[in-house]
């Protein structure tokens, strides 16, 4: 079993880190489904001893990539070999499709490091045919939540894509994971690699930082390591 973390600040990161979690994910805004990180918190998590994969994202929105954008996306992924980060978390697509052209580009520039294809996944029309393109462009995991809004409500989907994947690539449940629901969520699924944020409000804010549009919401948003514990504590016992 591994447990992957999701983080967007520093906090958080240094949080996940002493929690000896797995895996993180690194990114920025995860309000927004996570952007690329700073180079700055990239840098910093180079050091907390854990595995780190950075998010590729470079806008909100879609994943519908101009050229350009892969570009400036090939750019990032180089970033994070050069501060020695462990992975990369990808994703490109439209119309119901992945962009195979886009990825396989991505998965290039990221040779060396794990891959990591994120929920644009959930995204696609036939996730079994995407499952076999992820496998030949050699990407080492898919992030899912089933196509649904949570894994819990996803379960039997995922179930049917850790079936197709066969171990070619791995199946990793995330949305709406708890301490609650995860053991059931690993017998439904079959998964072996759960992710989530476990957070919560650390911290209120003046009135005027979400008035002013500093922030969309009224509290800083940070990993929470009881919540992490709890997770880890059922996982050790499965």
């Not at 949080?15 to 996570?34: M, P, Q």
């Not at 439209?94 to 294809?117: C, I, M, Q």
């Not at 899912?144 to 409500?153: E, K, L």
Request: charged content about 20%; hydrophobic content about 45%; glycine content about 10%.
């Amino acid at each position: 079993m591994s447990l992957e973390v999701c983080v967007d600040n520093l906090l958080s990161l240094q949080t996940a880190a002493a929690a000896d979690v797995d895996r993180i994910e690194l990114c920025s805004a995860l309000e927004l489904g996570g952007l690329t990180p700073s180079a700055g918190l990239m840098i910093a998590a180079a050091e907390v001893g854990v595995a780190v994969h950075t998010l590729i994202r470079p806008r909100a929105g879609d994943f519908e990539f101009s050229g350009c954008e892969i570009e400036q996306m090939i750019d990032d992924i180089h970033a994070c070999r050069e501060v020695g980060l462990a992975g990369v978390v990808i994703g490109a697509g439209t119309g119901g499709w992945l962009d195979e052209t886009s990825l396989e580009a991505l998965v290039d520039a990221a040779r060396g490091l794990e891959v990591t294809l994120h929920r644009a996944f959930d995204l696609v029309d036939d996730k079994v045919l995407a499952i076999d393109i992820a496998a030949d462009l050699g990407i080492d995991r898919i992030l899912t939540s089933g196509g649904a809004a949570t894994a819990v409500a996803g379960a039997d989907e995922i179930r049917r894509y850790v079936d197709h994947a066969g171990g070619r690539v791995s199946i990793m449940a995330g949305s709406g994971i708890t301490a609650d629901n995860v053991a059931s969520i690993i017998e439904r699924t079959g998964v072996r690699d759960v992710h989530g944020s476990f957070s919560r409000a650390s911290r209120q804010y003046d009135a005027a930082i979400p008035a002013l549009g500093f922030s969309a919401s009224e509290a800083l948003i940070t990993a929470d390591r009881e919540a992490i514990n709890a997770v880890k504590d059922v996982l050790n016992g499965l």
